[in-house]
């Protein structure tokens, strides 16, 4: 039995491989993928979720929407979510923070960055 679920939604499954390397340096970590919104939404669904990584940009649904659709369900609106997207932007930023994300990551990825970040929101010191 894993200590933490987290699950990664990112459409390029290069970008899934870094994120889930830099994550399994934590000990207990189970990653489930998705590789867009609805299909982290059916994921969801299915079991329980300590952390949620989500890309913007991805096919049939966006980050932002499925950040949304999380924060507006009793059921996973208190689950941390990380935004990790080549949106550089600060309105995508502030957007992304307003619609209740927890912390918003660049791209490139520094897999010390995910992991500091994540084990803030997971609470491991």
């Known amino acids: ?10 459409d390029s499954p290069t970008m899934r491989q870094l994120i889930a390397f830099a994550l399994k340096r934590i000990r207990g970590v189970r990653i489930v993928e998705a590789n867009d919104g609805v299909d982290g939404l059916k994921k969801l669904s299915s079991e329980r979720f300590d952390l949620i990584l989500t890309d913007i ?4 649904m966006d980050g932002l929407k499925l950040v949304s659709l999380v924060r507006n369900d009793a059921n996973y609106k208190a689950i941390p979510i990380v935004v990790i997207t080549t949106e550089g932007a600060q309105e995508d930023r502030e957007r992304a ?3 209740g994300a927890n912390d918003y990551i660049t791209k490139p990825i520094q897999p010390t960055k995910i992991l500091d970040v994540a084990k803030n ?5």
């Open 1 to 10: 039995m894993s200590d933490y679920n987290v699950l990664i939604v990112e």
């Open 57 to 60: 940009n991805m096919p049939i």
């Open 97 to 99: 923070l307003a619609l």
């Open 121 to 125: 929101l997971l609470r491991i010191v």
